[in-house]
């Protein structure tokens, strides 16, 4: 007999066990760390006593994790279900209690109806038909992409006119969020949300160092900004480009390419073995032939289906 019930703060170990032992059984090795599952309960906006279920067999091993998650304001809603290889059909269960709360959180946020977007690891042919039969459909591709060093980093010169400035100031950072808001407000699944909460979330993030975020000026105005994290140091060894957005008007100068080789001679110079990224291939913007042409190759493809609710 399986017990379904709330996440909590505590269940963070049990959980990360079961998501590795999914992970190894679908990539070969985890992919997720305590440190990623630990954020993940702790997510501002996410509720743990509405918004998660947990699911134990008789001893008490948890077998199934599912959540749903309100990016913004908007009508799209995140979601996922997890269960342990063997476990039987509790993906079946999950995935109408994922639907309803779904549909209440965008009730909460004004919505009749909302966009359920799951994230799905190409590799897992069994969960996309089973997220196929729910009634999901393809909706973009995310491209992991990693570059690896063999020694330090040359940085690119600075060019004319561009100054660079760390996140350690309010100042910076909140002219870092108006120009990820806009450089973003094209892509696929963004959910504008404001300073505030933009900054919460990052704040509440075990692997946000705020000196890796770097905002571009050109004659003293916000241009582009890069945002490093560690989000892959423990596991991998390597930095991580969580962000890398230009403003519309003035995309086309090689700011792109220059913050991305200034993240890459960073992390060498942290002692990093590499960078990694992720760049959906419907981007509004080649940035996939960019990463490609600065020497990045691509380790992983992650899908994302879409559903209307």
């Known amino acids: 007999m399986n017990t379904f019930s709330r996440p909590r703060v505590e269940d963070a170990d049990a959980l990360y066990e079961l ?14 760390t305590p440190e990623d599952v630990a954020d993940e309960l702790a997510e501002p906006g996410f509720d743990r006593d509405k918004d998660g279920w947990v699911v134990r067999a008789q001893d008490g ?17 995140e979601v ?15 995935w109408p209690l994922v639907s309803g709360r779904a549909r209440e959180l965008g009730a909460e946020r004004g919505h009749d109806a909302v966009t359920l977007h799951v994230g799905l690891y190409r590799a897992d042919q069994g969960k996309q038909a089973l997220a196929k039969g729910w009634g999901f459909e393809p909706g973009t591709s995310f491209h992991r992409m990693r570059i690896d060093f063999d020694g330090p980093v040359e940085p690119p010169a600075v060019p004319a006119g561009l100054t660079l400035h760390g996140g350690e100031s309010e100042e910076v950072r909140r002219e870092a969020h108006r120009v990820h808001q806009e450089g973003f407000a094209e892509h696929f699944g963004f959910a504008a ?20 975020l770097v905002l571009a000026r050109i004659d003293g105005r916000p241009a582009a900004v890069v945002i490093g994290n560690n989000q892959f140091v423990s596991d991998q060894d390597c930095g991580y480009v969580a962000t890398l957005a230009v403003l519309p008007r003035l995309r086309g100068r090689g700011l792109g390419r220059f913050l991305l080789r200034h993240a890459f001679a960073a992390d060498a110079a942290r002692g990093r073995k590499g960078t ?5 291939s ?28």
Do not use: C, F
């Open 19 to 32: 998501i590795s032992t999914y992970e190894r059984a679908v990539l070969g090795a985890p992919d997720t």
């Open 276 to 280: 990694i990224l992720h760049v959906d």
């Open 282 to 309: 419907g981007n509004t913007t080649p940035a996939l032939s960019l990463y490609e042409s600065a020497g990045m190759r691509p380790v992983m493809a992650i899908d994302v289906w879409r559903r209307r609710l």
């Open 193 to 212: 949300i404001d300073y505030d909460l933009w900054y919460e979330r990052r704040q509440a993030l075990s692997a946000t160092d705020w000196s890796q």
């Open 80 to 94: 996922d279900v997890i269960v342990r290889p063997g476990a039987g059909d509790l993906a079946e269960k999950l």
């Open 61 to 77: 091993r948890l077998d199934g994790w599912a959540w749903a998650w309100a990016a913004g304001d908007g009508d799209l809603i």
